[in-house]
C-alpha cells in the first residue's frame, strides 16, 4: 500500500490551510446572492452549456488508477462511445469505441480489462491500444487500402494529477493547461494520482446537474440534512474557498484542527477536508481514509448520471481494513444517494413550479456563487 501521508502539499495548499479559522471560534459570514431559476431549468440554457461548456472544454473522464499499462475501459458516460486505452508506453489515450471498418462497438466489456489488442467481434480487424490498426483480414480484397488512415478516432486528452480528462469533439482544440498546471500539482498533493479505485457506482437523478453540484459547494445542510448520518462526524465551521483556474479549492477544519500544520499530506488529512470543484462537472472531498471522486454528467435539463468513485490509499491488505473501506462507501452510498441526491431532486421539483424566480444564498454559500459564476464566463 502506498505511503500517501508522505504526499507533499503544494504551497497554496499549506498556505490555505494556515489561514483555516479556529473551529472551536467560528466566525460565519454574511452575504446575499442568488442564481436564477432559470439557470436549472431552462431547455435553452441546458443545450447552451452542452455547446459551450461541455464540448468546449475538458471534461473528467476517469481516474487514471481505473487503467493500469495494457488496460482498456469504456466510458459511456457523456453519451459517446468512449474507451480509455493505456499502451505499453505508459500513455492513457481515448477513443471513440468504434471499428473504421463498419462502425461496430469494439469494447463490449462494462469493466476495464487487459488487452493487448482490440479485436472488433464482427470482422476481426485489429487495434494496437494506442490505437494503431495492426491487423486488416484479407486486406487485398480493399482497393488502395491505408492503414494509417484508418486508425481509431483518437479524441484530445490529457492525464493529470491522477485523472483522466477528454475533449469531446475531436474536431476542436482544446486548452489542457487548465487541468494540467496548479490543479494537477494540488492533486498530486494529496496522492490522487496514486490511488486505487475500490469501488463505484452510477446513480440516476432527476434533477439538473448543477443542483448537485451545489450540494456539495456548502457545509451548511451538512449537520442538518445529514444529523442522523455523516452530521455527527463534523461540526459546523465555516468553508474557505479559493479558484484555482476555473476550478475551486475548498477546505474546512474539522474539530481536532490546529493551525500548526505540516507540508505533507498525512499531517493534515486527519483533521481537515480538502476538496474541489472540478470544472465543470466533478467534485472531489477528501476523508481521513479515502477520497470521494464524483462526474455530474446531464442527461436532460431536470436529469442527471452522476458516477461514485471511492479511492483509498491501496488495496485492503487485511480483512479489516476491507471491512472499512466497505462500511465507508456504504455510509457515503447512503447519504450521498438518500440525503443529497434526494435533496437536489426534491430542489428540481420546485424549481419547476415556478414558485421561486431565484435562488438564495448565503454567507454560508458563496462557493456556489463563485462555480455559476465561472459558468457564466465560459458561457460569455
Not at 3 to 21: H, Y
Not at 299 to 319: N, Y
Request: hydrophobic residues 40%; aromatic residues 8%.
Amino acid at each position: 500500500m502506498s505511503d500517501l501521508g508522505e504526499c507533499v502539499l503544494t504551497e497554496d495548499q499549506v498556505a490555505m490551510l494556515r489561514e483555516l479559522p479556529d473551529p472551536n471560534k467560528p466566525e460565519f459570514p454574511t452575504d446575499r446572492s442568488g442564481v436564477h431559476a432559470s439557470a436549472y431549468i431552462d431547455s435553452h440554457r441546458f443545450d447552451r452549456e452542452w455547446d459551450e461548456i461541455f464540448q468546449n472544454c475538458p471534461v473528467p473522464i476517469a481516474a487514471s488508477a481505473l487503467i493500469k499499462s495494457g488496460m482498456v475501459a469504456r466510458r459511456d458516460l457523456y453519451g459517446q462511445p468512449i474507451i480509455v486505452t493505456r499502451a505499453k508506453d505508459g500513455v492513457a489515450r481515448a477513443f471513440l469505441n468504434v471499428c473504421r471498418h463498419r462502425g461496430t462497438l469494439l469494447c463490449e466489456e462494462r469493466e476495464p480489462t487487459s488487452a493487448p489488442r482490440l479485436v472488433c467481434p464482427y470482422h476481426a480487424w485489429a487495434y494496437a491500444l494506442n490505437g494503431e490498426l495492426v491487423g486488416v483480414p484479407r486486406q487485398n480484397s480493399f482497393t488502395d487500402f491505408d492503414r494509417a488512415a484508418h486508425n481509431l478516432i483518437e479524441l484530445p486528452s490529457a492525464e493529470a494529477g491522477g485523472l483522466i480528462w477528454v475533449g469531446l469533439d475531436q474536431h476542436r482544440i482544446y486548452d489542457f493547461s487548465t487541468v494540467t498546471g496548479p490543479l494537477a500539482r494540488d492533486l498530486a498533493g494529496i496522492g490522487l494520482d496514486r490511488m486505487h479505485i475500490f469501488a463505484s457506482k452510477t446513480y440516476e437523478v432527476q434533477a439538473n446537474w448543477k443542483l448537485i453540484v451545489d450540494a456539495f459547494l456548502e457545509g451548511y445542510h451538512v449537520t442538518r440534512l445529514h444529523a442522523q448520518s455523516a452530521g455527527k462526524f463534523f461540526t459546523e465551521t465555516p468553508m474557505m474557498f479559493q479558484p484555482v483556474g476555473p476550478h475551486i479549492r475548498m477546505m474546512t477544519a474539522r474539530g481536532n484542527f490546529d493551525q500548526q500544520v505540516g507540508t505533507t499530506y498525512g499531517s493534515v488529512r486527519n483533521k481537515t477536508v480538502i476538496a474541489y470543484q472540478l470544472f465543470p462537472n466533478g467534485i472531489l472531498i477528501t476523508s481521513p481514509t479515502y477520497v470521494s471522486l464524483m462526474f455530474m454528467v446531464p442527461r436532460a435539463t431536470g436529469k442527471s448520471s452522476v458516477e461514485l468513485i471511492m479511492l483509498t490509499d491501496g488495496p485492503a491488505e487485511t480483512p479489516e481494513r476491507e471491512s472499512h473501506y466497505q462500511r465507508s462507501f456504504d455510509l457515503i452510498d447512503q447519504v450521498f444517494d438518500g440525503e443529497d441526491f434526494r435533496a437536489a431532486a426534491l430542489g428540481q421539483q420546485g424549481l419547476e413550479t415556478g414558485a421561486v424566480s431565484h435562488i438564495l444564498l448565503g454567507g454560508l454559500e458563496q462557493t456556489i456563487r463563485l462555480f455559476h459564476d465561472n459558468l457564466e464566463a465560459q458561457l460569455s
